[in-house]
């Protein structure tokens, strides 16, 4: 795969990027290693300091970088922008929180183990390898790349071939906040390229977000080595409406779920599963509001669909569509790519979904929705688990026992009741089966690339 910025909105190749050869790979990889010596013996503080300056260069240049993102992939503008000023304040959360998060941790009574003194530290890794993928390309990036630097580890990030503009900004950004040269680099290379990385002895750690295959090759290629691995993959995350919910309500936020990012996000709602006496009302509403959604230009602020951040992206998903309805799924609205330039697929809600059909096990990743008509909770319950994934999940009831009964019961990283998921830097983030391992953001994520070192005294 070319490294380039193809801007989907017309199809249209803006810039190509030579990829760095294996002795500026090697260069940058030293650079890190010789940066995390020197981070490791700073103090939070001085760390702080250099996050929170960088931060604020995030949110000088939002507008900015948030053209650059919506050229890169596509994304509605003041979704880009938003999503830089996201980035800056978690920035400030790990700068005001690191220090608490990593605090040693005593033994009430070190007499049990036999000691004066027991306790834990944490303390950082070295450089940790980032493989990132491009649907939020400061986003996904910054939220790994806050927590560690904070934690006194280094980054090397390879971001994913389609968006190198990106990945070149983010290259310079910490060493202008005032890191020292070196903490946080950018590695331009293919996926091809990544193996050497991970089992280089200098590279400690690797997390990726991106696909199941990318995850299952990086993963396997660290325990080759036998070094941490984080992933952080797709889902399929199911949306379920029971009869006592607010059904309005639902719809909306359902829309919002499904279509937020160009309904390329690895959180959004995909399946709708909905109670058969409130399916009718729900399904209409949805449908409508849907069909009424503005799909266009994404520099326009009126947009609120753009493209797909690739034509390969567009195709697979139609090829999801296509065999649905080949084998007797019903469209309600949508179910196509409109004529002309970019690669743009019409916000579709589909139903009458049977099992044989690959929509029902694989990722959308794009603005289509599959509605289930489920009788009751435990059919609900079956359809909401019945795929490989377990990212996160939403949950409209006003019944607070059913509410307990399918909180315990959901195979999910995440319950979100009566709204959509999100992410947010208080709350940790990932998933169980196919989805991943481990956890970011919060506390949770700067403990994932830190030695927990006990401690004994005697
Ligand atoms: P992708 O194709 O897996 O790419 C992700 C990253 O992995 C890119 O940097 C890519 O590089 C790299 N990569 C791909 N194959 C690789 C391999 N064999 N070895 C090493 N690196 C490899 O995924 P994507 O299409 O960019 O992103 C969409 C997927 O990410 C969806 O499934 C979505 O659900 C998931 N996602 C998950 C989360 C989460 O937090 N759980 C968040 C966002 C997205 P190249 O670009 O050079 O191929």
Known sequence: MAIST????TGVTE??????????????IASADEAAKILRGTSYARRAEWMKATAQLLEAEAEELGRLITLEMGKPIAQSVAEVRKSAASMHFYADNAEKFLADTPLEDPSVVGASKAWTTYQPLGAVLAVMPWNYPIWQVIRFAAPALMAGNTGLLKHASNVP????????????????????????????AVAPVIADPRVKAVTLTGSEPAGRSVASIAADHVKKSLLELGGSDPFV???SANVPAAAATAVRARISNNGQSCIAGKRFIVHTDVYDEFAAEFARLMGELVVGDPMDPATQVGPLATADGRDELA???????ALGAQVLVGGSAPQGEGYFYLPTVIAGLSDEMRLVQEEAFGPVASLYRVRDREEALQVANQTT?????ALWTNDAAEEQWFLERLEAGAVFINGMTVSNQELPFGGIKRSGFGRELAAEG?????????????
């Open 319 to 325: 090829g999801l569509v296509d065999d649905a309805v």
């Open 6 to 9: 193809v801007n989907p909105t």
């Open 446 to 458: 700067i403990r994932e690339f830190c030695n927990l070192k006990t401690l004994w005294k005697a």
């Open 241 to 243: 409406v029971m009869d």
């Open 165 to 192: 503009q990106s990945a070149i900004y983010l290259d310079t950004l910490f060493e202008r906040g005032g890191f020292p040269a070196g903490s946080f680099r950018t590695l331009l290379i293919g996926g091809s």
């Open 15 to 28: 810039q190509v990027f030579e990829a760095h050869s294996t002795e500026e790979v090697e260069r940058r």
């Open 389 to 393: 994934f377990g990212l996160s999940s």
